[in-house]
């Protein structure tokens, strides 16, 4: 996360950081991200940098959370119009966020971030309200109050958690398969639907 020093500048010139971030990030990958780049655009010196940001990495990380700062909440709305069904869910929601991933905008850098994802990217770009969290006496994931549990064959308390790191997973692999391979939106989205549906009913013949 940015320093305080960052928080107090300028309105004007955090944003002349945050573009010239955008920028490199949207050039290549974060492993060649140059921060010479992206000081000599935003027209501050390496020092100053160093005092709003640890790395590239930490600015990185940074932008990337403005940018899903809306997939929560498209999240949550997808369960509420599924009535609380988790697949249906996944299935509201993907082209949802598909259209805010491939936003003109935005695409060159979610597809750098698809195409090289980690784990560390993995856990950042995932919705909070899609993350585990734990308690001092208990395990809780913020997801369960709106799905209806009874409908899923779930019996250790840790399953959930488990599946929807699955179906994260799964959405993301998706993604960057169809970045890496240049299909149409359509086609992500078809191939993202029928891996749901193996998901959900399985693949074994009755």
Same mark, same amino acid.
């Given at each position: 996360?940015?320093?305080?020093?960052?928080?107090?500048?300028?309105?004007?010139?955090?944003?002349?950081?945050?573009?010239?971030?955008?920028?490199?990030?949207?050039?290549?990958?974060?492993?060649?991200?140059?921060?010479?780049?992206?000081?000599?655009?935003?027209?501050?010196?390496?020092?100053?940098?160093?005092?709003?940001?640890?790395?590239?990495?930490?600015?990185?990380?940074?932008?990337?959370?403005?940018?899903?700062?809306?997939?929560?909440?498209?999240?949550?709305?997808?369960?509420?119009?599924?009535?609380?069904?988790?697949?249906?869910?996944?299935? &509201?929601?993907?082209?949802?966020? &598909?259209?805010?991933?491939?936003?003109?905008?935005?695409?060159?850098?979610?597809?750098?971030?698809?195409?090289?994802?980690?784990?560390?990217?993995?856990?950042?770009?995932?919705?909070?309200?899609?993350?585990?969290?734990?308690?001092?006496?208990?395990?809780?994931?913020?997801?369960?109050?709106?799905?209806?549990?009874?409908?899923?064959? &779930?019996?250790?308390?840790?399953?959930?958690?488990?599946?929807?790191?699955?179906?994260?997973?799964?959405?993301?692999?998706?993604?960057?398969?169809?970045?890496?391979?240049?299909?149409?939106?359509?086609?992500?989205?078809?191939?993202?639907?029928?891996?749901?549906?193996?998901?959900?009913?399985?693949?074994?013949?009755?």
């Amino acid at each position: 996360m940015p320093t305080k020093t960052y928080f107090n500048l300028s309105e004007e010139k955090q944003s002349r950081l945050i573009a010239a971030a955008a920028d490199e990030f949207a050039r290549v990958p974060l492993n060649e991200a140059s921060i010479n780049n992206i000081i000599k655009k935003a027209e501050i010196s390496r020092g100053s940098f160093y005092q709003y940001f640890a790395d590239k990495e930490d600015l990185y990380y940074y932008y990337l959370s403005l940018l899903k700062q809306d997939t929560q909440k498209m999240l949550l709305d997808s369960f509420k119009k599924a009535k609380g069904n988790l697949f249906e869910g996944y299935r &509201l929601f993907f082209p949802a966020v &598909l259209t805010l991933i491939m936003d003109e905008e935005h695409s060159d850098f979610f597809k750098h971030m698809f195409l090289h994802m980690d784990y560390r990217t993995g856990k950042e770009v995932t919705p909070d309200t899609a993350k585990h969290l734990e308690t001092e006496r208990k395990t809780v994931h913020p997801l369960k109050k709106h799905i209806d549990m009874e409908k899923l064959k &779930l019996t250790d308390p840790e399953d959930f958690s488990m599946l929807i790191k699955f179906l994260m997973t799964t959405l993301f692999g998706t993604i960057g398969e169809g970045f890496y391979k240049k299909h149409s939106r359509e086609e992500i989205i078809s191939a993202f639907n029928k891996k749901m549906d193996w998901i959900e009913y399985g693949l074994e013949k009755k």
